[in-house]
């Protein structure tokens, strides 16, 4: 509740401040622009009387109007100075021009010929003669004149005789019409008035008729004396119902406002006074004050609009601090958490270090066992191929013995060319021992170091090299379609001689029993590997195909083997990136294992 009354006495002063301001704004922009228009009306009054000022001066000094006053009982003069006016009046454009003694007495006018002529007629109680005599200088005055009843300046100045003393005044009078024509509202000022005061508050020019001739001091000067009502003959001069309303916050202090009472209703308006030049005359521009109140109303909307906008941000402002705090309580829970979160994990970072640690060392074991078994592999083919390896040993030492003796007879005899070929023979059948002596030893040899490209081909030379070693490999039709360009695959050549040697080997115990015996050996690229088949005429394999690659299955005597050559075999080409598989020949008796590795460039 303090909350929602606060903001109800923050927008009432918001308000209040923004009605003040906008009046304040409001009241010096119509002040500014009464200013404006008073100081083009003051100059316009000013251009007119410095306009017709020099006027009467140059009359006086035309000789002629010397001469009537010299001789105002010579018809011949008085006429030629009438006729003489009727062409100043015509080029200055003035109303009336007339010249009068000392005395008053008009002698000569330029409406000689008129009804209502000057002529012998005395104005010597109007201000613009008798100042002129008094000062010898130019005289200016405002009156209606006594005859027409029109509003007129009057410009007169002495006229002096040949000896410099006044002889007389002539006068010029120029309508004010002209002066009150010039009067144009501007656009902005549709509701702008204008009226001329003289020194006792009387208006003779006026925007509105109905203001004419109005007494505009508000009784503020008493009785009007008896040369107001002497300027004005025949007019009432009532004065008019203003009330003075005070000078508005922010104008200067010519400026008040001002209230007039009418028929038609009560309005109010900005007065703003300015003397003008060279009279004793003011300048009132009353300007409507209705411009103020649409100013202070958009001041009460803009104040309304800044109060909503502000409200508006500081509720923003204090939700997001609330928000903001309330985040901050939450990131000190969430940090908490984390902390408590980052304990648990670097605890079960530890343990799966640990765990990592002991998998990798199990890995790595295992690594190891698998090598082991691998070698193991190899060395219990090596095993199974023994009696193989000593048929082949066997056979050439029995023709070495043989050659030797019979080259020790030869020698007895001194056939030499005999024991030379003898020797010759016994050195080709060594060599021969020495291959195959070393491609055992190859094959029973550790790989090292991680696969590379290898030529396939290669592989499969060491392996037949070793299973035509073999005793049971004799009679059997081994047909290696070998291919006369480098097969580059990614293998190890030791690894790869490994499983062949298994594949050729298992072909060789299949086909033990069948009268013609053949095994077959392909390569051939399909989708961007190379692809070895080995083929045999046996009698093919179990049903379930996938079973034969689990260890320790076989379906041979244990003197054949203990069933793991065919597992780890899958297990090195799956290390290879390759794939072995075996199936029963679909074109007929026998089985086939294909062996598949990733085909690659010899730049490599």
Not at 126 to 143: E, K, L, N, V
Not at 522 to 543: A, K
Request: charged share 25%; net charge negative; proline share 5%.
């Amino acid at each position: 509740m303090p909350l929602r009354i606060g903001a109800v006495l923050l927008l009432l002063i918001t308000l209040g401040l923004s009605w003040v301001l906008g009046g304040w704004a409001g009241y010096r922009q119509v002040e500014q622009e009464s200013l404006e228009e008073s100081f083009r009306y003051r100059q316009l009054v000013a251009n007119e009387l410095n306009r017709y000022l020099p006027i009467p001066e140059l009359m006086a000094e035309h000789p002629l109007m010397a001469r009537a006053l010299q001789n105002p009982e010579d018809p011949r003069t008085i006429l030629d100075a009438n006729e003489e006016m009727q062409r100043m009046a015509t080029i200055v454009g003035s109303s009336d021009v007339y010249l009068m003694d000392t005395s008053g007495l008009t002698i000569a006018a330029n409406n000689y010929q008129q009804e209502d002529s000057f002529v012998g007629r005395r104005f010597d109680f109007r201000p613009y003669f008798s100042d002129a005599m008094a000062s010898g200088d130019s005289a200016i005055y405002f009156a209606l004149g006594l005859m027409s009843g029109v509003r007129g300046l009057y410009f007169s100045h002495p006229v002096r005789s040949d000896g410099g003393e006044i002889a007389g005044v002539i006068a010029v009078k120029v309508l004010v019409h002209e002066l009150e024509s010039q009067w144009h509202r501007p656009a902005s000022l549709s509701e702008a008035e204008m009226v001329v005061l003289d020194q006792f508050g009387v208006s003779f020019l006026a925007s509105r008729p109905a203001w004419l001739y109005r007494d505009f001091s508000g009784g503020s000067n008493g009785a009007l004396p008896l040369e107001t009502r002497q300027r004005y003959p025949e007019r009432e001069l009532n004065p008019m119902q203003i009330v003075e309303l005070g000078r508005p916050w922010g104008v200067s202090e010519q400026s008040s406002k001002i209230r007039f009472r009418t028929p038609e209703g009560n309005q109010e308006y900005l007065s703003v006074r300015t003397p003008l030049p060279r009279l004793d005359w003011t300048l009132q521009v009353m300007v409507s004050t209705a411009p103020v109140l649409w100013t202070r109303l958009g001041f009460l909307v803009a104040g309304f609009a800044i109060y909503v906008g502000v409200l508006l941000a500081w509720l923003y402002l204090r939700e997001r601090y609330r928000r903001e705090a309330e985040l901050a309580l939450r990131g000190e829970q969430l940090e908490r958490r984390v902390a408590e979160r980052t304990r648990d994990l670097e605890h079960s970072n530890q343990q799966l270090l640990e765990e990592i640690s002991e998998r990798e060392r199990t890995q790595s074991e295992l690594r190891e066992t698998q090598q082991e078994l691998i070698q193991a592999a190899k060395l219990a083919v090596l095993g199974q191929m023994s009696a193989g390896l000593n048929h082949e040993m066997n056979q050439p030492l029995t023709a070495i013995q043989t050659y030797a003796r019979n080259s020790r007879r030869f020698l007895e005899k001194g056939a030499t060319d005999m024991v030379d070929a003898n020797l010759s023979e016994i050195i080709t059948l060594c060599d021969k021992m020495a291959e195959l002596t070393r491609q055992f030893k190859v094959f029973a040899r550790k790989s090292e170091g991680p696969p590379s490209v290898v030529d396939l081909r290669l592989s499969v030379d060491a392996a037949l090299k070793i299973i035509k070693a073999q005793k049971n490999s004799a009679g059997i039709d081994i047909r290696w379609n070998r291919p006369e360009q480098p097969v580059m695959c990614h293998g190890d050549l030791i690894r790869i001689e490994q499983v062949m040697v298994n594949l050729l080997a298992n072909a060789a115990q299949a086909v033990e029993e069948r009268e013609a015996p053949v095994i077959t050996i392909d390569v051939e690229v399909v989708d961007g590997h190379w692809r070895c088949t080995v083929r045999d005429n046996g009698y093919g394999l179990p049903g379930n195909t996938e079973q034969i690659f689990e260890p320790f299955f076989t379906t041979k005597s244990v003197k054949q083997g203990l069933g793991l050559g065919l597992s780890i075999s899958r297990q090195i080409v799956d290390a290879l990136g390759g794939t072995l598989t075996g199936r029963n020949r679909p074109d007929g008796p026998g089985a086939e294992f294909v062996l598949t590795l990733q085909q690659r460039e010899a730049t490599e």
